[in-house]
Structure formats: structure tokens, C-alpha cells
């Protein structure tokens, strides 16, 4: 899952690397189900060959589309946070790049919903200084985990000492 080594620049480590909680996975995992169950009640249904191959093709287009693409789309997006930058990579046929410099960010929160703290993810939100604003991470898991790393590394990097009894 690590973002590979040729993309980053010397001197530069991973911090942290993760992508979306798997719960993104439990619509196309429902649909996966779905058209299975379909294909399979049109089977004890309906005695006709042309009529079977016609509606397990597509129950196969189905599960192409809504299972295999989703889960293909969440299999390559990757969120990395190295010492020096926050790095966002998505696309299966198109990739797409966003790359942040850790001294652009001004503010990392986090939002967890009822049914985000049950799972353990949440979404976390950076601000920056651009014309962005705010770059959203959804369904990030351990999020407030990943917000005070995240937190720490950009008081090392302001300056500040690190460390973890600060406040206690």
C-alpha cells in the first residue's frame, strides 16, 4: 500500500500510509450478493437456455460494474504523509495526483459520525494555504490517530520539540 520509493524525494520517509476504511466495500459487496441472488432465483425459475445466459450476462455486467469497479477504485486510492508532503493517489485508467507540502497546512480536524466511531474511520480534514482550502479525506481509518501524527510532525517541522507527554 506504501507509495513506491522512485516517488519520493531524498531524504523523504513515509510517516503514515493508508487508504479508505473497507467499509466503502459494503454497498459492492451488497450488490455482489444481489445479482448472484438474481441470477440464481431466474435459474430455479425460468427453464429457458437463451433466457438463463441472457440474465447471467447481465448479472455479470452488474457485478463488473457496481462490485469489481468499486472495489478496483478503492484497491488503488492511497493517502501518504511523509515528513515532508501529503500525498493523494486515485484512478484506476486515469490516474490523479495531489500532492501537499507539509508547510502549506494550516489546520488538520477530523469529523466522525456515529457509525465512523463504531467502524474506527472518519474523515479528515486539512486546511491549506491555496485557493483549495480544505482537502477532505473520507473514511480514514483510525483517523484521530492519523490527525495527532500528523499534528506532531507538523510541530517538528515548525520548530517545535517533539513530545508525547505535552498536556498530560
Known sequence: MAISQKLLNPGESVVISTRTHPKAL???LLALV????IGVAFMQVVDNGTARIVVWA????GILVFSVWKFLVWFVASYTITN??????QGVITRTGHDIPLTRISDVAYELGLV???LGCGTLVI???STHGQVLLPDIPHVE???RRLNELLHRLHGGAATSDEGV
Open 58 to 61: 447481465l448479472a455479470l455486467v
Open 26 to 28: 459494503i454497498v459492492p
Open 34 to 37: 444481489l445479482f448472484l441472488a
Open 116 to 118: 465512523d466511531r463504531m
Open 145 to 147: 490517530e492519523t490527525q
Open 127 to 129: 486546511s491549506d494555504a
Open 84 to 89: 515532508r508532503r501529503l500525498i493523494t493517489r
